[in-house]
């Protein structure tokens, strides 16, 4: 028998991976109805793996895998999730108001995901993301799950651009002299942001 957490995990571990063999076991009636009557078990973590699981469907087939008004509840506990900026958000942020370029910061979307910067172009929305070294598998380069299922449903749900500026990219920004920094900053965000 599953446990919430259990359950979570594997809905969410089909959304990470979204291989198209998968997707009938992933939206399994079954599996649905074991997740729809125990809602009531899920942590907020829990819920905010099910959003994404939700989403996913949404992804695939165009539609929400639950019931509007649990689709909603997820929805609503995974957008109020504690934001926090980083120093090295800062830093790109403080980069693109000395270039002038025109950006929010923490913007909730419609499919619930927060980004770091929603920068305004020519009248394209591009979504950045700062990442820091939590958004990496160990010390590689290479995306987690969780970065990578977001970026995906960014672009699929809300059909923007998402940019990333990884951390040891900015830091070597960061390293050079002075005068050196203060023109490969925004040559690096003129570059990325083409």
Known sequence: EFNSQAL???AWAYAVF???TNFEFGTNPDLVRLIVSSMDKFDK???RQLHQWNMWGK?????SLLPLDLSEHCLNVFSSSNLSQSRLQND????LHNMGVTFKEEVILKSGYSIDLLVSINEKEIAIEVDGPSHFIGKSKKPNGKTRLKRRQIRALDNLEVISVPYWEWDAIKEMP??????GQPRYLEKLLG
Do not use: C, F, Q, W
């Open 8 to 10: 979570a995990n594997t």
């Open 18 to 20: 979204n291989y198209p």
């Open 45 to 47: 973590r829990e819920l």
């Open 59 to 63: 992804e695939r087939i165009g539609k």
């Open 92 to 95: 790109v942020a403080r980069a």
């Open 178 to 183: 002075e005068g050196d920094k203060l023109k």
